[in-house]
C-alpha cells in the first residue's frame, strides 16, 4: 500500500511542483511584470496543442504575477468574458487587499459587477458608465495603490465579438501607458484565426510563444524532482523507460509519473513500475488527447495522415505528395493545418514527423479499422 501523497498533477490546468522546460517563457513575462508598461511581454499568446501546458503556464503567471503587485482576471472565451474580467478583478484585488495593508478598493464603481458593490436605484444602474470606461475606473484605483491588471484569456477562439471589444480597450490603454497586461492562450488554429481577424489586428504585435516538446533532460530532471518531492526515489532504467515514453509531452508526464507512482509499493520506483505506469498512461493519453484531436480532423488532414503512415519514422513531404497525388499548393495547405493543430513538426527542410506520442499507432488503426 502507498501511503505518500502522489506528487503528479495529471488534470488539465494543475500546476506541477516542477515545471519541465518553459523558462525562457516564464522568465520573459515575469521580467515585464517587473519592468512594467512598455515591455513587449506584457502581451503574449501561447500556442500549443491538448496537453502541452498552456493554461498550467497562464495559472503560473498569474500566480507570479501577483506576487509582483499585480492584480489577475482569469477568463476563457465564452460570452460574459468582459463582465467576468471585471468581477474577477474586484475579487483579486479585495484578496491582494487581505494580503497587504493598506490596499482598499473604496470608491470604484464598476457596475453591477460584484455582489458586494451597492446599488442605490434602477437609474444608477442604468446610468452606469460602458464597459471600458469602467474598467478604466477600476485601472484608476488600481494605480493609485500601485496596483497594475493582468488579464488572462484562455481557449481563444475566432469570431468572437467581446475580444475584439476587449482588443480595442486593450490598445488604448497600452497607448495610455497603463498598467495592463494581457495572456492569451489557445490552440494553435484557434489562434491564428483570431489573429486574421482585421478588427484586432492590434493584438498580431503581441509576443507569440508556441510551446511545444520539452527537451528529454527537462523531463527527466523535472520526473526525479517531482518523484523525490514526493518522498521516493527513481531507479536510473525506469526513468529512461519513463522519459522515452513520454516524449517531451507536458502531460503524459504527469500521467506516466502518477501511474508509476501508484504502481510502487516501497520508497523506490523501478522498471517493472516504470513499465506498467507507462502502459496505462498511454491508455489514458489515448482517450484524453489523441481521440479528441483525431475527431477535429478534416479529410484533407486525414488523407495527409494516411500518406506519413507508410512511414515508420519521419516522412518527406516530397514523398506525402506522390502518395496523394495532389498539387504542391494543396500538399503545403494541410502540412500548415496539421502543423498548426500540434500533430506534426518539422524535423528539418522538407521532413516532417507526428508530434503527440502514440499517434502512429492510433493512426494506424484508425485507418486499418
Ligand atoms: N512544463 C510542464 N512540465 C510538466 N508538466 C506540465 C507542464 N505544463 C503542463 N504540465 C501538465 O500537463 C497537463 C496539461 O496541462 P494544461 O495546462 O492543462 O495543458 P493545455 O492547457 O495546453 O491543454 C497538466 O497535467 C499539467 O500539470
Ligand atoms: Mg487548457
Known amino acids: 500500500m502507498t501511503v505518500d501523497k502522489n506528487p503528479f498533477t495529471p488534470g488539465f490546468g494543475q500546476v506541477p511542483p516542477f515545471l519541465a522546460g518553459r523558462s525562457y517563457v516564464v522568465d520573459n513575462v515575469v521580467d515585464a511584470f517587473d519592468n512594467g508598461p512598455g515591455d ?3 502581451t503574449a499568446i501561447f500556442t500549443g496543442a491538448r496537453g502541452t501546458g498552456k493554461t498550467t503556464l497562464l495559472t503560473l503567471l498569474a500566480d507570479e504575477g501577483r506576487e509582483r503587485g499585480w492584480v489577475t482576471s ?6 460574459g468574458m468582459l463582465e467576468d474580467i471585471l468581477q474577477q478583478a474586484v475579487r483579486s484585488a479585495e484578496k491582494l487587499q487581505g494580503k497587504r495593508s493598506g490596499i482598499r478598493l473604496t470608491s470604484v464603481d464598476v457596475g453591477p459587477v460584484s455582489a ?6 434602477a437609474a444608477a444602474i442604468q446610468a452606469a458608465p460602458n ?12 494605480e493609485d495603490k500601485g496596483l497594475g491588471l493582468i488579464i488572462s484569456v484562455d481557449e481563444l477562439q475566432a469570431g468572437f465579438p467581446e475580444m475584439v471589444e476587449l482588443a480595442s480597450t486593450y490598445q488604448h490603454l497600452v497607448g495610455e501607458r497603463r498598467r495592463v497586461c494581457l495572456l492569451m492562450a489557445g490552440l494553435p488554429y484557434q489562434v491564428s484565426r483570431v489573429l486574421n481577424d482585421k478588427s484586432i489586428s492590434f493584438l498580431r504585435r503581441a509576443s507569440r510563444y508556441h510551446l511545444g516538446r520539452i527537451d528529454d533532460a527537462d523531463i527527466r530532471t523535472a520526473l526525479a524532482e517531482t518523484v523525490a518531492k514526493g518522498g521516493r526515489c527513481i531507479e536510473s532504467d525506469a526513468l529512461d523507460e519513463a522519459v522515452d515514453a513520454i516524449g517531451g509531452f507536458p502531460f503524459l508526464m504527469q500521467l506516466v509519473g502518477y501511474r508509476m507512482w501508484t504502481q510502487t509499493e516501497g520508497d523506490v520506483i523501478d522498471i517493472t513500475a516504470a513499465r506498467r505506469g507507462v502502459e496505462r498512461a498511454r491508455e489514458e493519453m489515448r482517450a484524453n488527447i489523441l481521440e479528441v484531436t483525431y475527431q477535429e480532423l478534416s479529410k484533407g488532414d486525414l488523407a495527409f495522415v494516411d500518406a506519413m503512415l507508410q512511414d515508420d519514422g519521419p516522412s518527406r513531404v516530397s514523398d506525402i505528395r506522390e502518395r496523394m497525388g495532389k498539387s504542391t499548393g494543396y500538399v503545403a495547405q494541410y502540412r500548415r ?13 522538407g521532413v516532417v514527423d507526428f508530434e503527440l506520442p502514440g ?11
Not at 116 to 121: G, L, Q, R, V
Not at 337 to 349: A, N, T, W
Request: aromatic residues 8%; without cysteine.
Open 359 to 369: 499517434w502512429r499507432e492510433l493512426a494506424r488503426e484508425k485507418h486499418e479499422g
Open 74 to 79: 482569469r477568463v476563457s472565451a465564452v460570452p
Open 337 to 349: 493545418r496539421l502543423l498548426e493543430e500540434g500533430v506534426i513538426g518539422e524535423r528539418g527542410r
Open 40 to 42: 513587449p511581454n506584457l
Open 131 to 142: 464597459w471600458r470606461t469602467r474598467l478604466e475606473t477600476l485601472l484608476d484605483e488600481l
Open 116 to 121: 458586494t458593490w451597492e446599488y442605490k436605484d
